[in-house]
């Protein structure tokens, strides 16, 4: 019998392998008179802590893990409600033959998840994780099927019946010349996909007023009218998408609905919603083009319908911005957010590396990125001419499919080049010109009457001193007449394989029309690197800004201060 | 109380076993669907390499350390297949809004190594990675024995010295 154990103990510990990974971000505030930073304006939270760690055990076909989070006290620029301790994610999978099942917390996509996607960016404090039972079953060659049943992720709040919805999923991926032998080494691969994702909602009826007013003999009368609208408790939508891939030739294509699904981002309108999103490239070595469009209407699907606004919770499914996510801090001041109510967008891409030892590319080569990104408002006609836009209780508007609208969201226009001079002197040099609708992108209003036109420079050089030092300059400048004015930065960066590295940098907005925010955003930063772990701490000012990963926005506050990051995985 | 005495045991005597190896094995490679630059389906375990090691790098394109860490080992790419047989296989974590611009994005700088999708994050999950890039070094059974957080330019030289060693069947560290 203690034989037995033993050897069991054994071989659970033996077969059985834990890994994971710790993270944790810490900030001390100081006041700031420049940034007009006091202590009662950050609630006496002179400290802010966000950290999580994540535990995975795996035996075999079997694992499980957990992910413990804590913000004691959140940081700032994070929500209030985030602030606690708990374990939000934790799973236990196992697989028999083609089957695999999770149940516990999970993250999935459908096609390009204009209709499903659970995700996670610890950066942007973005978590919309699945609790409850998903499935992946491939019963043929070549096929692969998902099926979820779950709640989603609201800070800490626990799901009870009623506070927020279900959502069922399905989905299917179909590889043709893995399912058919006799096309199996076609040159021409294709997959096809389809999915259908429904969301149930206990919820009551929505009340509304509508104000009407008018004239008796010269006196304003209003008559307040309050309507009753029928909630759809059932809001299903589904998609269908494929993957040709042709020699140098790849293209992707999906195309989504939506049932009809009044919420509080659409203004409770009764209009079903649809979204096509396409992607083709071509490219061979040296040289690549891509070509990307999307039309997006009435697409908001949250397993709530009264939740709206930032941050973005409950999200059933992924919009993605259609521009290009940028490396440099001057270049990323305006980013784009998807317009969940309606948008068009088109990006071009061209790279081509001038070969090495030509006249032109030198004797290392040169790369050359052009890239550009539009996005524009769909065209929308209202159906009472009285009322422009959505009016709720109603179909909101007619648009028809692939309008594009007069208004300009935002556009990108941008080329990079990089150059290797010599075995020690590497550069890049960016231009970008970029055209932000402010009204339209931080404040919800779809005028032009906001425009931030700005031009970007950049000069990024490295020079290695030899295999293991190396100093890099980055020289930016941003020059706008409108927002915040002109901007000038500079950072130095000393760095030592594998080991460890320095910075300074300097951000000063010298054109601010204000003179009292012409503030230079000082940095000094230091970090350690010993294999896995990673340390780091910063001192200096943080500008006000946007914070944006995959298209999805966070608001960060300024703020002056210490920060220390720990990284660690095992 | 017996039966932790036993569990005890147990774990002293795997310890004493993994500490007489050559190099210890962090954890195997997971097994992951993820998908191959073009968009077909790639399981993880398709990862091998005939017994000599593997880099598994994780990168985005909106990350600028990964790109140049990746045009650093482009460079010399060529010259650590001929020395050691070593295989690296890079792992984009760029979402929807960026996946499909992988395959121009690497072509069009010439990359000579193999990418991999990993749009949803299933990989970067199972492996632990906080933020690219994040470097794992895989032994001939398809063990992770080395890993590393960031790049610092000149860290790929690290990345084939450990290579080296493992090929060669010495202690890394």
């Not at chain 1, 080569?365 to 065209?379: D, H, M, P, R, V």
């Not at chain 1, 300097?506 to 925010?517: L, S, T």
Request: charged share 20%.
């Amino acid at each position: 019998m203690m034989t037995t154990l033993a050897t069991r103990a054994q071989n659970f510990l033996e077969q059985g392998q834990v890994n994971g990974n710790v993270q944790i971000d810490a900030q001390y505030y100081s006041e700031d008179d420049k940034l007009g930073i006091t202590d009662s304006l950050l609630n006496f939270r002179k400290f802010g802590l966000n950290a999580f760690s994540n535990v995975i055990y795996t035996n075999g076909d079997f694992s499980a893990g957990l992910r413990l989070e804590g913000y004691l006290n959140p940081m700032l620029g994070f929500d209030d409600r985030y602030e606690g301790i708990g374990v939000p994610y934790w799973f236990a999978k196992y697989k028999v033959g083609t089957l695999e099942m999770t149940a516990g917390h999970f993250y999935e996509q459908f096609g390009s998840g204009l209709i499903l996607r659970s995700w996670e960016e610890w950066t942007l404090g973005y978590d919309n994780n699945f609790y409850g039972f998903n499935a992946r079953f491939s019963p043929y060659k070549g096929i692969m099927l998902k099926g979820l049943v779950g709640t989603q992720r609201y800070f800490w709040e626990p799901y009870e019946a009623g506070n927020r919805g279900i959502v069922k999923g399905f989905d299917g991926d179909f590889y043709l010349n893995e399912m058919f032998d006799g096309i199996a080494d076609a040159k021409t691969k294709i997959s096809l996909g389809g999915s259908f994702v429904s969301k149930y909602e206990k919820t009551g009826n929505v009340f509304y007023t509508r104000n009407r007013e008018f004239l008796v003999d010269s006196i304003p009368w209003i008559e307040t009218t309050t309507y009753e609208m029928t909630i759809p408790h059932n809001v299903g939508s589904w998609a269908a998408r494929t993957n040709i891939a042709h020699g140098g030739f790849n293209f992707y294509g999906e195309y989504a609905r939506k049932g009809a699904d009044p919420n509080a981002t659409n203004n409770y309108i009764y209009r079903e919603g649809s979204a096509v999103y396409s992607t083709l490239s071509y490219s061979t070595k040296g040289l690549g083009i891509f070509l990307a469009t999307k039309w997006i209407d009435n697409m908001s699907y949250k397993s709530k319908l009264s939740e709206s606004g930032n941050p973005s919770m409950l999200d059933i499914n992924y919009l993605p911005a259609i521009s290009k996510e940028h490396q440099y801090s001057m270049a990323t001041m305006y980013p784009y957010a998807t317009q969940p109510n309606g948008e068009f967008g088109l990006q071009g891409q061209v790279i081509y590396t001038i070969p090495k030892k030509s006249a032109i590319g030198g004797r290392y080569g040169t790369t050359l990125t052009f890239n550009y990104a539009l996005a524009k408002s769909i065209e929308k006609d209202s159906i009472y001419s009285d009322v422009t836009g959505g009016v709720t209780g109603t179909e909101g508007y007619n648009s028809n499919f692939f309008s594009i609208g007069d208004l300009t969201y935002y556009q990108d226009l941008n080329l990079t080049i990089d150059k290797k001079f010599s075995p020690k002197v590497k550069a890049k040099a960016a231009y970008f010109h970029q055209t932000y609708n402010l009204h339209v992108i931080e404040d919800n209003l779809y005028d032009d009457k906001n425009m931030v036109y700005a031009n970007i420079g950049v000069l990024d050089v490295t020079y290695k001193f030899n295999s293991r030092n190396s100093l890099r300059a980055e020289l930016q400048g941003l020059f706008t007449k409108e927002d915040d004015g002109d901007w000038l930065a500079l950072m130095l960066e000393y760095n030592v394989s594998p080991t460890w590295f320095f910075s300074i940098q300097d951000e000063f907005n010298y054109g601010n029309p204000v003179d009292d925010k012409q503030v230079h955003y000082y940095n000094v930063s230091f970090g350690y690197t010993q294999k896995s772990n990673r340390f780091s701490v910063r001192y200096g000012r943080q500008r006000e800004g946007l914070l944006c990963v995959g298209g999805v926005c966070r608001y960060v506050p300024a703020s002056t201060g210490l920060t220390l990051t720990i990284t660690s995985s095992f | 109380m017996k039966n932790y005495v036993f569990l005890l045991a147990a774990l002293l005597f795997v310890t004493i076993g993994y500490s007489q190896s050559e190099n210890k094995a962090l954890f195997s490679l997971p097994e992951v669907d993820i998908q191959t630059v073009q968009g077909e389906r790639f399981n993880t375990k398709q990862i091998h390499n005939d017994g000599k090691p593997v880099i598994i790098t994780f990168w985005a394109t909106w990350c600028k350390p990964c790109m140049k860490e990746h045009d650093a080992i482009n460079e010399v790419y060529e010259d650590w297949v001929d020395e050691t047989g070593v295989k690296l296989y890079a792992v984009s974590i760029d979402n929807v809004r960026s996946s499909k611009r992988v395959l121009p994005t690497v072509n069009g700088r010439s990359w000579e190594f193999d990418v991999l999708l990993d749009p949803n994050g299933d990989l970067k999950r199972a492996m632990n990675v906080n933020i690219p890039p994040h470097t794992f070094i895989l032994n001939g059974n398809g063990d992770v024995v080395w890993q590393h957080v960031g790049y610092l330019e000149g860290d790929e030289h690290e990345y084939i010295e450990i290579v080296k060693k493992i090929a060669a069947g010495k202690k890394i560290d």
